[in-house]
């Protein structure tokens, strides 16, 4: 099964802009859509963007929309999520997930629909 390992969490102050990213490895994900979530303590784990997998339709919630850039590289193997102009709201766990299924040409939306998970990177914004 493929491994995602993510990196680039820190600590940033509000305002700042931050870039993580997932690597993929002992398989390729070059073929499933891929998503980025992240869960706050005491709260569900939710997402912030996904995208299909070609990386020509992408999804955001509105909580992320216009701050939040998501994009592939299928030659690579990887996927990165751009963060700018962070609130402290944006403090969370960040995860990088792969869809259970290949081709997929609409991103997906639900916890449930990805089969392989990071571990998840710390993401930290103060005020």
């Known amino acids: 099964q493929v491994q995602l390992i993510e990196s680039g969490g820190g600590l940033v102050q509000a305002g700042d802009s931050l870039t993580l990213s997932c690597a993929a490895s002992?398989?390729?994900?070059?073929?499933?859509?891929m998503g980025w979530f992240r869960q706050a303590p005491g709260k569900e784990r939710e997402i912030v963007a996904s995208?299909?997998?070609?990386?020509?339709?992408?999804y955001y919630p509105d909580s992320v929309k216009g701050r939040f850039t998501i994009f592939r590289d299928n030659v690579e193997n990887t996927v990165t999520l751009r963060m700018n102009s962070l609130k402290p709201e944006d403090t969370a766990v960040y995860y990088c997930?792969?869809?259970?299924?290949?081709?997929?040409?609409?991103?997906?939306?639900?916890?449930?629909?990805?089969?392989?998970w990071g571990q998840g990177t710390q993401v930290t914004v103060s005020s």
């Open positions: 002992g398989g390729t994900v070059s073929s499933y859509a």
């Open positions: 995208t299909s997998w070609s990386g020509n339709t992408k």
């Open positions: 997930a792969a869809d259970k299924f290949p081709w997929a040409t609409v991103p997906k939306r639900e916890r449930t629909d990805f089969g392989s």
